[in-house]
């Protein structure tokens, strides 16, 4: 009899053929119903916007398939900060510039995009890019150019703005520089090296001269590009650890030490000042090329701080605006709609809904009544601002250590440290042994130091100082496509470590917001109860308000509201509003929103219900639902990976139920966690193979705990600066795929390793006999990288997006 888990895995296999890109983003996504084009609503709504507004374009320059929009594209933001800036640049000169920076920017359909959006306000005068950094910087006419208006447009289209931070990477900028220096050096000292392999005499005019330059070349060569590796195998060696650096040190030091011997002492088969400055380069191209990619997916997202949210003193207080890390006991602070409380406070004025999401995993808002302790953290749901008194300041405020990012211990390979250390220590025995047998038993001392010399210097791990990067930016590439987006170098070494995975409940398993069961029901709707219900969801963020949203705009991108005069909120049950015929209309809980006759007529059918006069006009049932791909995944981890482990903030009772849906053993769930319980357990399960995903602020301490963690929030400026991966939409299927592409990987590697030692077998026999010689080792050598480039460009993921789903089990 087959177990569940193979019926699941069947089932999601023989079902692949019916996946579909989405219109928007190209990603695969299983349809729902036939009329599906999409693969979330905000790739609809964003499809929408650019077909009405003729900007179409966008999708013949975009580079194959983008990315899925997230659902910050419906909500609302406050930039008010920009308008400060812009002011404060206008102060300063007559031709005001400001840099900002730019999350959401793949490809160069979005840079077309920007522009057009850009230039098409008034007083735009010029937009400058910068993709790979993920900056912008612009320029406009002093008071007439409407900063907010354009952020906020730019945001509609899936682009959020920040102010500049500084996202220059030293590492990979003096990476980057030294690679440019040593290609130069390389080239030339081929250059004067090359007349001495096409037969130059030694008593030729220019002899020295050319010899000369080779040897001024390959020491700036090596001055400067040797140098970083020997600064990184020195920092490793200081630290205990071992890694590829030391061999590529080895190698650079003996060729060069032995050249320069060579040279002074006229031995011209000892020469490989050429071989040393081709080598720097190549070996700082591949550093260099995996660097590039990580870069790229930092500098995606924003460099924002939450802790800066901007907070205004109450109105009737007056003062300048202030960011949450300067909130103090007792002092009074005005929270906008969206934004969360950065301290315990209590509503002074009046009661409030917040959402409680992001804290707690609750997906549910709470009331507070006014006096009511409200947690650090929670977000305000309602659409009217409120007067908050903070009960303690930011240093004591728990929120204010849930933002602190730790710095992660660097992790390292306990098997390639053996490798590496059996191999250096064999190549050292042999180049010894072939230098014994020429001094001691041929008798010929200058052939036994180049031998010694040549067997070191071939041995160098070139090809896996090429491939190696090249390697991890391939199969990087492939998650790209997918959706996920690696941060750090090391991710690879750790993710084969991985052994249990901890998921959080809310956001990460589920959607980010509720799901509308009945989406008809707004089709239902008459024009003048459509405008209705817009105003009173708009400017809220309440869950039931932000999934209607939601389903709104995806369907009618340009709808608005009546022009209404007051919408009064009722925190617990709803808001109402008299319409422009005179109707009350009310949307929130049945108990409330309709007559007490009509509800018990219909107390079964229970619900949000929007009400004209306390009579039902429509009722709207909203869910928690998984995203996609969550039940295969869960699955597939279990059988291929290890245990799963739920933890959540939630309800015993609901947490329980989503553990039986998706297939996690009773034992293996945890409800009701607090972030210290949940840093608690994480360090207790961690043996340095756990891998966990969350998405809410009481992940925050668990993450620093976690041995490899992910995300899919990238826009509330917590997680995603401390995750060592992110992933965009609402699949989890990129995290379905990311250990078979883990064990592909390793496949091609070992395929790598195998090449090489081939390679050096064959390579030192013809040193130990003498047969080497600088020109051959300066064809071998690069021809060996070039080998192994191929080995691993043909083997590289070529998935195409309709198999997505396909699981790597044999080569595709």
């Known amino acids: 009899m087959s177990s569940p888990l193979s019926s699941i895995k069947r089932q999601t296999l023989s079902s692949a053929p019916g996946n579909r890109a989405c219109a928007h983003c190209g990603l695969p996504f299983q349809p729902r119903q036939e009329s599906d084009r999409f693969c979330c609503h905000g790739c609809h709504f964003v499809h929408g916007l650019l077909h009405h507004q003729g900007l179409e374009r966008f999708y013949e320059l975009r580079e194959g398939s983008g990315q899925p929009v997230a659902p910050h594209v419906f909500h609302p933001r406050d930039f008010s900060w920009l308008e400060d800036l812009v002011q404060e640049a206008e102060e300063k000169s007559d031709r005001p510039v400001l840099s900002l920076d730019l999350q959401g920017i793949t490809c160069l359909g979005c840079v077309w995009l920007l522009e057009r959006l850009f230039q098409r306000h008034s007083g735009a005068l010029k937009i400058d890019i910068q993709a790979v950094l993920g900056r912008v910087r612009i320029r406009w006419k002093k008071g007439a150019f409407n900063a907010a208006e354009w952020a906020s447009e730019c945001q509609k289209f899936g682009y959020l703005l920040a102010p500049e931070s500084d996202k220059t990477n030293r590492g990979h900028l003096a990476v980057t520089r030294r690679m440019g220096v040593s290609a130069a050096l390389a080239m030339n000292c081929m250059l004067f090296t090359v007349p001495h392999y096409f037969g130059m005499e030694e008593d030729f005019l220019y002899a020295p001269l050319f010899t000369g330059l080779t040897v001024l070349f390959a020491t700036l060569s090596f001055l400067v590009g040797g140098t970083y590796f020997f600064q990184r195998t020195w ?14 040190s080895l190698g650079l030091f003996f060729a060069y030490a032995g050249s320069l011997y060579g040279w002074t002492q006229g031995h011209l088969s000892l020469l490989y000042f050429d071989f040393v400055a081709v080598f720097v380069f190549l070996m700082l191209l591949g550093r260099w090329t995996q660097e590039l990619a990580l870069e790229k997916n930092r500098n995606f997202l924003l460099r924002q701080r939450n802790e800066n949210q901007r907070l205004e003193p109450p109105p009737t207080e007056g003062g300048k605006p202030f960011p949450s890390s300067e909130v103090k006991k007792g002092m009074r602070f005005l929270l906008k709609p969206g934004q969360y409380c950065p301290v315990r406070a209590e509503p002074s004025l009046s009661e409030a809904a917040f959402s409680m999401d992001w804290i707690t995993g609750e997906p549910e808002s709470r009331v507070f009544p006014q006096g009511r302790e409200v947690p650090a953290g929670a977000l305000l749901a309602g ?46 025995l042999i180049a010894m042994g072939g230098f014994a047998g020429w001094f001691f038993l041929a008798g010929e001392p200058i052939q036994a130091f180049q031998v010694m010399i040549s ?5 160098c791990p070139c090809a896996i100082g090429v491939a190696w990067p090249l390697l991890d930016e391939v199969f990087a590439a492939a998650l790209r496509k997918r959706g996920l987006f690696l941060k750090e170098s090391n991710f690879w070494v750790r993710l084969d470590r991985v052994r249990k995975v901890l998921l959080d409940k809310t956001g990460t398993l589920t959607r980010e917001n509720l799901v509308l069961e009945n989406p008809g029901e707004l089709d239902r709707l008459m024009p003048r109860e459509k405008q209705i219900l817009w105003s009173l969801v708009d400017q809220s963020s309440h869950p039931v308000a932000r999934c209607l949203r939601e389903e709104f705009l995806a369907r009618e991108p340009y709808l608005t509201g009546q022009n209404l005069r007051q919408i009064r909120e009722y925190p617990g049950k709803g808001v109402e509003t008299t319409g422009a015929d005179g109707g009350l209309y009310r949307l929130g809980h049945p108990d409330w929103a309709v007559s007490d006759a009509e509800e018990s007529s219909d107390s079964k059918d229970r619900g949000t219900v929007l009400s004209r006069d306390r009579k039902t006009v429509a009722k709207f049932h909203l869910r928690e639902e998984l995203r996609e791909g969550v039940l295969e995944t869960i699955a597939e981890w279990q059988r291929e990976v290890g245990p799963v482990y739920l933890l959540s903030g ?20 945890f409800a009701r966690q607090s972030p210290e319980d949940k840093a608690r357990l ?33 826009d509330r400026g917590l997680l995603e600066n401390k995750a060592d991966f992110y992933f965009l939409g609402q699949s989890v299927n990129a995290l379905r795929e990311l250990f078979a592409l883990g064990r592909r990987r390793k496949r091609v590697l070992r395929q790598v390793f195998t090449f090489t030692i081939c390679y050096n077998a064959m390579a030192i026999t013809l040193c130990l006999y003498g047969l080497m010689n600088p020109l051959l080792a300066a064809i071998i050598m690069p021809l060996s990288s070039l080998i192994s480039i191929g080995s691993v460009w043909f083997r590289r993921p070529r998935t195409s997006h309709l198999n997505f789903f396909k699981i790597y089990g044999t080569d595709p």
């Open 650 to 669: 939630d309800q015993p009772a609901k947490v329980a139920k989503l553990a039986q849906q998706i297939g996690v053993d009773p034992s293996r769930i």
């Open 383 to 428: 659409r009217e601002p409120i007067v908050m008194n903070a009960l303690e300041g930011w240093a004591d405020s728990h929120l204010h250590r849930l933002f602190q990012i730790d710095v992660r211990e660097s992790s390292h390979n306990p098997v390639l440290q053996k490798v590496i250390s059996i191999y250096l220590v064999l190549i050292l």
């Open 455 to 459: 067997v070191l210097v071939v041995s």
């Open 235 to 248: 920092q490793g060696l200081r630290m205990g650890q071992i890694h590829i650096d030391l061999p590529i």
């Open 682 to 714: 994480t360090a207790e399960l961690d043996q340095r193979d756990t891998l966990l995903i969350g998405d809410g602020a009481n992940d925050s301490l668990a993450f620093d705990q976690a041995f490899l963690s992910g995300t899919p929030a990238v």
